[in-house]
């Protein structure tokens, strides 16, 4: 006999919001609405039992989301994050120690020499091993034109948006095995591009090339990769960019066919898919995008 299925009833918040800006680099304890991302509707099968898992930017946003959802899956996890943003990133880690798993706080600053080498080698150390790699972590600032991009941001923004995938993922590959993953955070930008993001476009771009590219070259080692691109996600990474005003804030993600952004809580599931070899074991190179009803070409 078929249970009957409870009626959705999880309401996400709709723009206007606060027309309020945060600062640099924003922190979730401060932004309101306040993001959702306990995920009450989902329902855990131990896909990911056993296995270590490090999440760049999992002190808030979409990192906290996967974060948690992977511990509800039965992972341990080690958090990246800025020291600036430690008190987010105690509230992930209690989350995540609260299903029963272990969690390991890794602060540091990914554009930094050597920081994504020492990252993962803690994980490894403290955790055992290392089987999903999140490269989660951005920056960005909007622009309105092209001129106003200094070289020093330009230079900050590949840094931590492709340089440490790269290092990253090159670090995590000495102690990867068979049945491992790497997921890289994409963007809608990345696709489609975006007029006052030049940089961070560009740098999206280069996640989806560079994953593709990734894929192809562990595929005979059975270790996958694949990105996970979303639209607009109510995170504080989008509430602290410096180029956008209070009001262009307040009406955040009211251009997509939804109306809405996306609460990293309706944004991390992809991820569990993803690191998953039971739902994804066939699944390699890909680019997973999550627009909101916006649709792109590959």
Same mark, same amino acid.
């Given at each position: ?18 027309? $309020? ?13 306040? !993001? ?6 989902? #329902? ?11 999440? &760049? ?6 990192? #906290? ?6 511990? $509800? ?25 609260? /299903?029963?798993?272990? /969690? ?11 920081? /994504? ?20 972590? *951005? ?7 092209? *001129? ?20 990253? @993922? ?7 095995? !068979? ?9 809608? &930008? ?15 771009? @280069?996640?989806?090339?560079?994953? #593709? &590219?990734? @894929? ?43 109306? #809405?952004?996306?609460?990293? +809580? +309706? ?10 070899? *039971? ?20």
């Amino acid at each position: 006999m078929a249970v009957p299925r409870a009626p959705d009833t999880r309401r996400h918040p709709k723009p206007p919001f606060p027309a $309020r800006r945060l600062p640099k680099p924003g922190l979730e304890k401060h932004l309101r609405p306040a !993001p959702q991302w306990q995920a009450p509707d989902y #329902r855990a099968a131990g896909k990911l039992e056993g296995k270590v898992a490090l999440v &760049t930017g999992g002190d808030s946003g979409i990192g #906290r989301a996967v974060a948690v959802l992977f511990a $509800r899956e039965g992972a341990d996890v080690a958090i990246n994050f800025l020291s600036t943003e430690a008190v987010d990133a105690h509230v992930t880690a209690a989350a995540v120690r609260a /299903c029963g798993r272990r /969690c390991l706080l890794v602060p540091g600053d990914l554009a930094r020499d050597r920081v /994504c080498e020492r990252i993962v080698e803690r994980t490894v150390r403290a955790l055992g091993g290392l089987d999903i790699l999140v490269s989660n972590a *951005a920056h960005q600032n909007h622009k309105d034109d092209l *001129a106003e991009v200094a070289d020093a941001e330009f230079d900050r923004t590949f840094k931590v948006n492709v340089y440490a995938y790269f290092r990253l @993922a090159r670090a995590a590959l000495e102690h990867m095995k !068979p049945g491992a993953t790497i997921i890289a955070t994409s963007s809608v &930008t990345g696709l489609l591009g975006s007029s006052e993001l030049p940089d961070y476009s560009a740098t999206k771009g @280069a996640i989806n090339a560079f994953t #593709r &590219t990734l @894929a192809q070259n562990l595929v005979e080692r059975g270790i996958r990769v694949n990105a996970v691109a979303p639209g607009p996600v109510w995170t504080p990474l989008n509430a602290a960019d410096k180029g956008r005003s209070p009001k262009e804030i307040a009406k955040f993600g009211s251009d997509v066919p939804m109306k #809405r952004p996306a609460q990293p +809580e +309706e944004i991390a599931p992809a991820y569990v898919f993803l690191a998953s070899n *039971a739902d994804s074991s066939y699944i390699t190179g890909s680019v997973l995008q999550i627009l909101g009803g916006r649709t792109a070409g590959a």
